[in-house]
């Protein structure tokens, strides 16, 4: 009588590891065996921890997994088009899952959500990016704007622009973000120049700035927690 073919090993690795965490919790998963867990909708087929491990070995962290761009994503052995894209839809799952605990409350008593959500949206872009939270008089969120990208090293950015809208919008307040791609929150004098410029672009209009936040990989700094707003 003829034996049925062994199942392949990583057949097997999958159903414990389905196993652990439906008993254990995602929580009881290290980063690449929770990587892991989302290939193996993506790659039916295949060993997939190599590929999680090559993923967190090239870009340094699972955030950053989910952040790279998807023309860098396919350069891993094992990732296509359709991995690229499901990892991409997986990001903005947990972006937009994100967004929602600082949209439907205030925001500045909802401060280490802000500050998670900040990090999540720009610790690991490669470019500047100037943000604008504009708020209502609850301090509710109305609007998340991009409103100046440029280099490495600087973002352009305009107080009148930034008074204007916050006029089209109605805000009553704002928090203004923007990241450090070098990794360091640290602000510096041109951070801390322009801040004061937009403060005192919106002051004849009443409109509060509530913080200037700067996200980077080794952390968020706070203006007003530093003392510099």
């Known amino acids: 009588m003829s034996q049925s073919p062994a199942k392949p090993h990583w057949q097997g690795h999958r159903d414990r590891l389905r196993g652990k965490l439906l008993k254990r919790g995602a929580g009881s998963l290290e ?45 891993i052995d094992g990732v296509g088009d359709t991995v690229a894209a499901y990892l991409k839809a997986t990001q903005e799952i947990g972006d937009r899952a994100a967004r929602e605990k600082i949209q439907s409350r205030p925001v500045i008593s909802s401060w280490s959500a802000l500050l998670a959500y900040v990090r999540q949206q720009l610790q690991h872009e490669t470019r500047e990016q100037f943000r604008v939270l504009f708020l209502d008089r609850k301090n509710q969120l109305i609007s998340d704007e991009l409103m100046g990208q440029g ?70 700094t706070s203006f007003k927690t530093e003392g510099l707003i």
């Open 31 to 75: 980063d690449y065996e929770l990587l892991e867990t989302l290939l193996f909708a993506f790659i039916p087929r295949r060993d997939v921890k190599p590929v999680a491990k090559a993923l967190l070995t090239r870009f340094g962290s699972l955030s950053a997994v989910f952040a790279a761009p998807a023309h860098k994503l396919v350069e």
């Open 151 to 220: 280099t490495v090293d600087h973002a352009p950015v305009y107080p009148r622009e930034i008074a204007r809208r916050a006029l089209e919008l109605s805000a009553s307040a704002l928090i203004l973000v923007h990241n450090h791609p070098s990794g360091d929150p640290t602000p510096s004098r041109t951070d801390i120049d322009m801040t004061r410029e937009i403060v005192d672009a919106l002051a004849p209009f009443e409109i509060t700035v509530h913080d200037h936040l700067i996200a980077a990989k080794h952390g968020v």
